[in-house]
């Protein structure tokens, strides 16, 4: 009864995002970039999980392929949809974590703990897009996205 799958369609791309996760978070870009490429071509038929996008986006980043790791980060931007804001006290503390972890950024995103991070995860996609649009030179596309991580304290 092997044929009928047994679920295998969505298995074997957690195992590669969680992968792709372990693989950045210990800077083994090379190894990132092998997990990258099928997630990539998935991509093109189905859609990925706003921190697998955004992971594929991170390691493009790394390589330098700017071009196409905005194309992931806008699709992890399209996945996430659009989270509520921070409450005013949380809103606070965020602002002191992020003063005192400015290398957030190059950091990747946990494909297993999203609940309750939606806004975290929107802030930190759109912050690699602007670093993104910032090193392709495209500032006026860039110039709204800085003005949202404005509100969160966070220079470009």
Wanted: proline letters at 5%; one cysteine or more.
């Amino acid at each position: 009864m092997e044929f009928l799958g047994n679920g295998k369609s969505s298995e074997p791309s957690a195992n590669v995002s969680n992968s792709l996760y372990r693989a950045l978070a210990t800077g083994d870009v090379p190894a990132a970039w092998l997990l990258t490429k099928p997630l990539l071509e998935r991509s093109k038929m189905e859609k990925l999980s706003a921190s697998t996008a955004f992971n594929c986006g991170l390691c493009l980043y790394q390589l330098n392929e700017y071009e196409k790791a905005l194309a992931s980060l806008r699709q992890a931007e399209q996945s996430l949809g659009t989270p509520p804001d921070l409450d005013t006290q949380e809103k606070k503390l965020f602002l002191q974590a992020v003063m005192a972890a400015q290398q957030v950024f190059l950091k990747p995103l946990d494909p297993e703990n999203m609940k309750g991070l939606e806004r975290y995860f929107l802030i930190r996609i759109r912050w690699l897009s602007a670093l993104c649009l910032l090193h392709l030179e495209r500032q006026q596309e860039a110039a709204p996205i800085i003005r949202f991580l404005a509100q969160y304290h966070i220079e470009l």
